[in-house]
């Protein structure tokens, strides 16, 4: 626990009695006030060890509008996040686990993680730099997903320290993926910063540097649910995207290099639609309902909405800003009711994921943003989640 810690810093030096009386007045004192200020404080606690034996911590992390984010380190994943609804009601609005173990188990779909060294697929598990080629274990049919198999980045235990800023406060985690890792090529310092803010905006910055050319695609992978996680579905939210075209994908979710309208198809969420109003019309495609990238419009690399989800019977809005060309609309195809946080049940399409990024199999795709970084550059990615109630 890092919070309390100038406790003893006021009435040195003078009588027994006097201290006493000091300390006394510190404590009534304290709780009249300072668990108001005190709330800015990180709190860092132990979350338990991972199945080969390594300390994951916790850290919370409470506004002061008392909304409370915390984070874990295994996978530098979010892992709660309480907000109010329009009549102040608090819940916890995305997926996650009570413990270790739970996050080691098979019914974890990167709930909250980290993504990386590379999001979302790779056609074949192979690509090529400069004439070389490398191979990747599979892991989703014949497709590499998220980054492997072990030592994926949602999988790993980061380091993070406790980080403040005048616009809030955060968790910065920090890991070096070493040269060969899950058979990627080149040492990868990857940073991940997040900031909450007072205006319930949750800041991730991603950066990553190299000593050899090697894709980069870090994501966010955390599950919404706006009316509080673990309740039934996420069709009766409305969606919209900012994107005129998304990537059309084969059987197996690979993008065909086709950048597709999305007018007159179920992508057009251009204006606010329900997601369960055309859900089932992509029920015997690929991805089995919403699995797709947009190609946002804003391909600037400057922070602009990508993204706004509304929930009616909350009032709760999600605002998602980002740098990045593209973003994934995992809409909970693959969910079957993990047991979870709480004794709660995630059900099919029960939780949806907006995962900014670069489009899914760039590093074979040339038509695409290329992904790969070079030794003396630095991959930057910014993504805001901001929820706020109307
Ligand atoms: C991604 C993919 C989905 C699915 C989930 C994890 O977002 O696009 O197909 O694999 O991760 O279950």
């Excluded at 009588?15 to 005190?38: E, H, I, N, Q, W």
């Excluded at 790779?122 to 989703?140: H, P, R």
């Excluded at 800003?321 to 909970?332: A, C, D, I, R, S």
Aim: with cysteine.
């Amino acid at each position: 626990m890092q919070r309390g810690t100038f406790v003893g810093t006021y009435c040195g030096g003078r009588g027994t009695l006097v201290r006493l009386l000091c300390f006394t007045s510190f404590v009534v004192a304290s709780a009249l006030v300072l668990p108001v200020a005190l709330r800015a404080e990180v709190e860092v606690t132990d979350f338990g060890k991972t199945a080969d034996g390594k300390a994951v911590k916790a850290f919370t992390i409470t506004n002061s509008k008392g909304v409370v984010v915390k984070l874990i380190s295994r996978g530098a994943t979010l892992a709660e996040w309480r907000v109010p609804d329009k009549h102040g009601k608090m819940d916890d609005v995305i997926f996650g686990f009570d413990d270790v173990a739970g996050y080691e188990s098979k019914d974890n779909g990167y709930f909250g993680a980290t993504v990386g060294r590379v999001a979302n697929r790779i056609a074949g598990g192979k690509f090529k730099i400069d004439g070389e080629e490398y191979t990747l274990a599979k892991n989703d049919g014949p497709n590499t997903l998220h980054g492997g198999v072990k030592r994926s980045l949602d999988k790993v235990v980061w380091n993070g320290k406790p980080i403040k800023n005048q616009d809030g406060e955060g968790v910065a985690f920090t890991y070096t993926s070493p040269d060969g890792e899950e058979g990627f090529p080149g040492k990868l310092d990857c940073k991940v910063t997040y900031l909450l803010t007072n205006k319930n905006a949750l800041r991730i910055d991603y950066e990553a540097t190299t000593d050899q050319a090697t894709p980069v695609n870090l994501t966010n992978h955390t599950y919404f649910n706006l009316s509080g996680a673990g309740s039934p579905t996420i069709n009766d939210h409305e969606l919209m995207i900012a994107a005129d075209h998304y990537t059309p994908i084969d059987a197996t979710l690979i993008p065909t290099g086709e950048i597709a309208p999305v007018e007159g198809t179920p992508f057009d969420f251009r204006e606010f639609h329900k997601i369960g109003e055309r859900v089932d019309q992509l029920n015997d495609q690929p991805g089995k309902g919403y699995d797709h990238n947009f190609v946002l419009n804003n391909q600037a690399g400057k922070l602009a909405l990508a993204v706004k989800l509304h929930e009616p019977k909350s009032g709760r809005v999600l605002s998602v800003f980002t740098t990045e060309p593209g973003l994934q609309f995992y809409g909970g195809n693959f969910l079957t009711g993990a047991k979870a946080k709480g004794g709660k049940t995630y059900a099919y399409r029960s939780g949806l994921c907006l995962e900014t990024q670069h489009y899914p199999n760039s590093v074979n795709e040339p038509k695409f943003p290329s992904m790969l970084l070079q030794p003396g550059r630095t991959y930057k990615h910014t993504c805001v989640y901001q929820i706020t109630t109307e």
